[in-house]
């Protein structure tokens, strides 16, 4: 089975909040994108929100940010952020960033771009609690699944089966159950979710969904 983790991506702060409350009734556990523009072309809230902001549920931070260090720092101080997830295809230090993160206490996750082959990344899976795959431009909701997600999931595991991996982009009614079924541990869902007619029921569906066992 998977968990459904509701996924903020959104350059309004009243938006944010509105979103994060919803999101608050449903999952345990809540995805917020920060973007900054260059490591891809849409700009979100920053750190500064969501420290504004508190919640009363876990959050983990994707960070598609071009320099992750500073981020990490003040996420690092937050007791509601459990994860903290940066891109493999960043400028500086892995390793450094890593450390970073651990030593703050949170939870490490690496991403990686639909065109970054996972096996660049093998290096780093013991040190890390989460490789998240990215099946399509990051930065923009509502995309398709990529076609070969279902193999890259398959392959991750097959290299290291205890590593949880997580599926963003393009997750939705009509695919979360064969990803969760190939092995996906979490399951990030934004338009499917936010755009429905009714969200809790959305996500109750999803949720039951991602539940079957494999």
């Known amino acids: 089975m998977a968990v459904i983790v509701p996924g903020i991506l959104t350059d309004s702060e009243e938006d944010y909040q509105k979103r994060l409350r919803l999101a608050e009734h449903v999952a345990d556990l809540i995805q917020i994108d ?4 260059k490591f891809a072309k849409s700009k979100t809230v920053g750190v500064d929100v969501i420290k504004k902001v508190p919640s009363i549920k876990s959050l983990e931070i994707q960070l598609m940010v071009v320099k992750p260090s500073g981020y990490c720092d003040e996420l690092g101080k937050l007791n509601f952020v459990s994860r903290i997830i940066f891109p493999f295809e960043i400028e500086g230090d892995i ?7 651990k030593k703050s206490g949170k939870q490490i996750g690496l991403s990686l771009n639909p065109q970054t082959q996972i096996t660049k990344a093998v290096d780093f899976f013991d040190d890390i609690d989460l ?4 099946t399509g431009r990051p930065g923009f909701s509502g995309q398709k699944l990529g076609e070969d997600t279902y193999e ?3 392959q991750a595991k097959m290299i290291s089966e205890g590593l949880a991996v997580e599926i963003d982009i393009g997750v939705n009614e009509t695919n979360v159950e064969k990803l969760a079924r190939a092995g996906a541990d979490f399951l990030v ?3 499917a979710i936010y755009n429905a007619r009714d969200f809790y029921v959305a996500f109750e569906k999803l949720a039951k969904l991602a539940s079957m066992r494999r």
């Not at 920060?34 to 523009?37: I, Q």
């Not at 390793?95 to 993160?101: F, G, K, L, R, S």
């Not at 490789?131 to 990215?134: S, T, Y």
Request: hydrophobic fraction near 50%; glycine fraction near 4%; charged fraction near 20%.
């Open 34 to 37: 920060v973007v900054d523009g």
């Open 95 to 101: 390793e450094e960033i890593i450390y970073t993160v």
């Open 131 to 134: 490789l998240l795959l990215m």
């Open 152 to 154: 890259r999931i398959h």
């Open 189 to 191: 869902t934004s338009s």
